[in-house]
C-alpha cells in the first residue's frame, strides 16, 4: 500500500506508539497516508480505538511475526 511518510514504533510500549504516532500525523497535509510498524501486543486495540475517536481513518491493518503495521490516512481537522 502506498505511503507519504513512516513511522517505527517497534520496541516501544503503550502509550508511546500512540503518542509518537498522533506528533507525526499532525505534521501531514490531509489525505496523506503515514505508515506505522509497532511491536507492542496492545498497538490493534490501540490503534483502532484512537482512529474511530479521531478524524483519521485506519486503511490498513496486518500483522506479521509479531510484527504489526498499520496504514492511516490523516483527516481533515486535528482532532484526535
Same mark, same amino acid.
Given at each position: 500500500?502506498? %505511503?507519504?511518510?513512516?513511522?517505527?514504533? /517497534?520496541g516501544? +510500549?503503550?502509550?508511546?506508539? #500512540?503518542?509518537?504516532t498522533k506528533? /507525526?500525523? =499532525?505534521?501531514? +497535509? @490531509?489525505?496523506? =497516508?503515514l505508515? =506505522?510498524? !509497532?511491536?507492542?501486543?496492545? !498497538? @490493534? =486495540?490501540?490503534?483502532? !480505538? %484512537?482512529?474511530? *475517536? +479521531?478524524?483519521h $481513518?485506519?486503511?490498513?491493518?496486518?500483522?506479521? !511475526?509479531?510484527?504489526?503495521?498499520?496504514? #492511516? /490516512? *490523516?483527516? $481533515?481537522?486535528d482532532r484526535?
Amino acid at each position: 500500500m502506498d %505511503y507519504d511518510e513512516q513511522l517505527d514504533v /517497534r520496541g516501544l +510500549s503503550c502509550p508511546m506508539p #500512540i503518542l509518537k504516532t498522533k506528533r /507525526r500525523l =499532525v505534521t501531514l +497535509s @490531509p489525505g496523506q =497516508v503515514l505508515w =506505522v510498524r !509497532a511491536t507492542d501486543p496492545h !498497538a @490493534p =486495540v490501540d490503534f483502532m !480505538a %484512537y482512529t474511530e *475517536r +479521531s478524524n483519521h $481513518e485506519l486503511l490498513r491493518q496486518e500483522e506479521t !511475526a509479531g510484527e504489526f503495521q498499520f496504514w #492511516i /490516512r *490523516r483527516g $481533515e481537522d486535528d482532532r484526535g
